[in-house]
């Protein structure tokens, strides 16, 4: 049970860098790798601060605004600097890998004896494991209510355009470098904060935390779409929260089967690989069914 109780939490903490890099890779069409340096920053950003006797929650704010900066830099590289999608998030994530030592002053930092997000007196009431289900699920529905009710105003319908049609959208008169600028902030402040997050509930901050984020983070959007198919965009909001519980699910059976901690990150490639073939594997399946009728019914004839 506890283990149950225990994937629920991590997966709606984890859900948090879905709906991040939903927002980039599927409305925006930006394959953002700044997202493996914009976690590990948020979560140095936090734990640095609550080390030093900052309240967590001012912390975990301070870790949205770090990885919020980040991704600004990102979209400066690219829309001023004319720096390649994929080449101006690798410059970035690789900068913040010295950021983060920097902020930290070594290659990680613990929270023993610290109180953080996850040990008020309200939590500490709540039986064990629940925490992370508690928080994990205000903070999901906080995010998922504003992003749905951000996307129907003006401005969110012009972010949705720029993703859809770079082209239409400036010859409608958006700035599309700016909704790409402003996506890439949301995006990346919603990654730091989920570092900031899933530190205070580890314990710890290392600067090695955000190797294969975006494998996990893509693994949620991906198994959310091909679970529940075709979906309504505020829809797949939700679908990626549910879809990054099943992925902890499916980790967690991995792991019952014997396999190692190690392996987790060859087992969320392996998972993503095959969810993004289901469609191919699909197709190709219907398409021997509809052969072998065909071929039956030639016998008969």
């Known amino acids: 049970m506890s283990m149950i109780v225990s994937s629920i939490g991590q997966g709606l903490l984890w859900a948090i860098l879905g709906i991040a890099l939903f927002l980039t890779f599927r409305i925006l069409d930006f394959p953002d ?14 734990v640095t601060a609550i080390a030093n006797g900052v309240n967590p929650y001012v912390a975990t704010l301070l870790a949205f605004v770090t990885g919020a900066a980040a991704g600004l830099i990102t979209g400066l590289l690219y829309t001023k600097g004319k720096i390649p999608i994929l080449l101006a998030g690798i410059l970035v994530m690789t900068a913040c890998l010295s950021v983060n030592l ?14 953080t997000i996850f040990s008020s007196h309200f939590l500490e009431s709540l039986p064990k494991y629940f925490d992370s289900v508690f928080i994990g699920l205000v903070v ?7 992003l749905i ?4 105003t003006n401005l969110g319908q012009a972010f949705i355009v720029t993703g859809d049609n770079k082209i239409m959208a400036r010859s409608i008169g958006i700035n599309t470098d700016n909704m790409t600028m402003m996506g890439l902030m949301v995006s990346n402040g919603l990654i730091g904060m989920g570092g ?11 600067v090695n935390m955000g190797i294969g984020i975006i494998v996990i983070a893509l693994a949620s959007i991906i198994i959310g779409e091909v679970v529940f198919g075709e979906l309504t965009l505020n829809q797949r909001l939700v679908a990626v929260t549910l879809g990054s519980i099943l992925y902890r699910f499916v980790l967690l059976i991995v792991l019952q089967l014997g396999f190692s901690t190690n392996d987790l990150n060859l087992l969320s490639a392996i998972i993503l690989a095959v969810c993004l073939m289901l469609p191919q594997l699909s197709k190709f399946l219907h398409l021997n069914h509809v052969l072998q009728k065909g071929v039956a019914k030639y016998d008969e004839d």
């Open 102 to 115: 920097r902020i930290m002053g070594s290659a990680n930092v613990s929270l023993l004896g610290k109180k």
């Open 149 to 152: 009710l951000f996307l129907q």
């Open 196 to 206: 900031a997050l899933i530190a205070q509930n580890n314990g710890y901050a290392d």
């Open 33 to 46: 790798m700044t997202v493996e340096g914009t976690f590990p920053l948020g979560a140095a950003t936090a």
């Open 140 to 146: 999901i529905v906080i995010v998922t209510v504003l």
